[in-house]
């Protein structure tokens, strides 16, 4: 349920305004001087500023003095289980909102947010794209020529994407509809009946890339973009999570015969290098129940 927030390197940051520095090495080019010429210095590249802001996340739960006392069928502890499943709440909430968080928002508004991936992409990368035809045909699935493009774009930036992250639709749809699938062949024991069409990694001349599916892609995000009909390419060493307060359980103050407590991390997402991932938008997005779960 949390495959960014489990994969991605975790830091300390120490604000909640969080900046970092990216740089860039000059083009390579030809590089040959005369025997004894003098040198002459050129000035440095200035190197690029980018921001990100802390968000507070909590999940909170109460327990009566009554439900601790009894017995329940397989919990040795009603409180400790409560305090599991916040736990994992909260992460899976951190993880919808690295994926699809908003633009980010720092002091000045009622409620800081962290910048989430699609709209860090979305405003510093420059290797973003759209599906082919989008204009004439938005009902397309991702085609295999749209991937490319934008692995090779991001190869182009110097980077080297490992990580396409995409709806449960598209995922089907890569495994269906990609030619390399189509003339993959593999063994099998006569005895397992067993038909396989599935693509988990595709091999390309970019680089080679986990297919992941994605739970929490949502329609609903912040703005007017439906992340359905958008398939990411990531680098994920470039990308960091980072604690300003790692979460914790904390206790509330009791009052009457309940036990309250929450479970709070203050995180802000990372990007060490936009340009070395990317996304393709505008494709279908199949439907809202085939791409998100509720109540799981």
């Not at 495959?3 to 300390?12: C, D, S």
Request: aromatic share 8%.
């Amino acid at each position: 349920d949390t495959p960014l927030f489990t994969m991605l390197r975790k830091a300390q940051v120490h604000n909640v305004q969080t900046e970092w520095l990216t740089d860039n090495l000059d083009q390579a080019a030809s590089n040959a001087v005369p025997e004894g010429s003098s040198a002459t210095p050129t000035a440095p590249t200035g190197r690029v500023r980018l921001l990100n802001y802390t968000q507070i996340s909590r999940e909170t739960y109460e327990i009566s003095d009554t439900q601790r006392a009894v017995n329940p069928a397989g919990i040795a502890d009603e409180l400790r289980y409560q305090m599991g499943k916040a736990m994992r709440q909260w992460k899976r909430d951190v993880e919808h909102d690295i994926i699809a968080g908003s633009a980010g928002s720092g002091a000045g508004a009622s409620t800081r947010c962290a910048r989430g991936i699609h709209f860090t992409l979305a405003g510093f990368s420059s290797v973003t794209g759209t599906v082919s035809n989008s204009a004439a045909n938005t009902a397309q699935t991702i085609q295999e020529d749209d991937l490319n493009n934008r692995l090779q774009a991001i190869w182009t930036n110097g980077g080297l994407a490992d990580y396409v992250v995409c709806t449960p639709h598209q995922k089907r749809a890569i495994s269906t509809n990609f030619a390399g699938s189509a003339n993959s062949r593999r063994n099998r024991p006569v005895q397992d009946n067993t038909v396989t069409n599935v693509v988990d990694y595709y091999e390309s001349d970019f680089g080679n890339v986990k297919i992941l599916p994605h739970r929490w892609l949502t329609s609903a995000a912040p703005g007017t973009t439906n992340l359905q009909r958008v398939t990411y390419c990531l680098q994920s060493d470039k990308w960091v999570v980072g604690f300003l307060r790692p979460p914790k359980n904390v206790p509330l103050a009791k009052v009457g015969s309940s036990e309250k407590a929450m479970i709070e991390g203050e995180w802000t997402l990372v990007c060490l290098h936009p340009s070395a991932n990317a996304f393709v938008s505008g494709h279908h997005s199949g439907t809202f129940a085939e791409n998100f779960p509720v109540g799981i």
